[in-house]
């Protein structure tokens, strides 16, 4: 079972969380009608404003050295005002420890603005809303006006949202005077939602406008389908008074954890860099288990339960010896499926959670923060779980 498990993993891995995507979108979009900005939509790249290079100007060179040649020279025009102020002229590294968190965010906001997401679900209700993208990857806000601390793929970003008449604006803080705004607001029809992104610095700065169509841009005709070939001596079956019913999904949030309370473990076997920066396959594992245990899950390792925790770590060194890991935990489960390219429902793997960071430490703490980031996202897997059961 391991062996299909990996398989299914590396092989499939995109097209089932499209697919886990499509679900949720079909059942937010029943269970959303009152909210103009509730449903599925998918984006209209022909009506999009997307400018490849958005974001913001960023110079990451550290301040001139006293004396230094060209220090007040106008090369120096992209770095903005408090950039260097935390710098010593001696070290390169001094720089205060927010610094690489706010690279972090801003990194991510642009790569998301550079490209967008495909399909959006959105559940909103007056105390949250839910923005789920195709790969099935949710975060929730509250229009309280307020900044709260949200987790976008392992980094935490302060966030403020709001609702400005029929539109949500929903404000990331990237870094000091740095904000990415996202402004959402549905036609009258309700057949289209717009989305304007704006990278601001005190201010200004470049915007983008992404257009989404609701539905999951399927195709009708009116044109009556031709009548069935007959065959001389048989008498003709008389063709379907209408299309099949739409099969009925359980719209509620977090349906597709409710009365989950066993699962099974994989562990992704590790690198020799991720064994020489102290990670140990078991020890993983073990640590991974007690946490699901402590949260009252039944784990069985090995065995052939269709829900279970994949982990994945990838482990690199840089040329000082510092360790890297790319660290990923998903909720998978198999389920059947109907898909536009088969005449029958197929057996398919879904991701019901994912969650995934970097780390990166000294060999002899790599291990513990590793697994301390993956038991935190374990712990997030359970309150989640929790919560749909309640």
Known sequence: MKTSRHFFGKSIRTIAAVICGVLLGV??????????????????????EMPREIGFNVDWMPPPEPGRAGGSSGTNRGRRSGGGGGGSATSPYSAPRESFDDARRIELLTAEARNPPTRLMIVDTPAAITITNQLGQSRTVRPT?????IDIEGVSIRTATQRQSDRLVVTYRAAVNRDVRYTYSASHDHHQLTVDVEFLEHGAGD?????????????????????????PGVPAVPASGGPPSAEKFDARPGAELRGLKALGILVEDLSTQAVACGLNHDALETALSARLTSGGFTVRKNSDEDTYLYVNVMTNTIANGTCVSRYDAFLYTNATASVSYRDQPVLVQVSLIHRGGIATSAPALHSPTVTRGLENYIDLFVTQIRDANK
Request: aromatic share 6%; charged share 15%.
């Open 145 to 149: 006006g307020n900044d709260e601390w």
């Open 207 to 231: 915007k983008a406008r992404l257009v989404y169509q609701a539905g999951i841009a399927e195709t009708t005709s009116t044109t009556p389908a031709p009548a069935p070939p007959t065959t």
């Open 27 to 48: 059942e937010t979009a029943n269970g959303q009608e009152s909210s103009p900005l509730g449903g599925v939509w998918t984006l209209n790249r022909a009506l999009s």
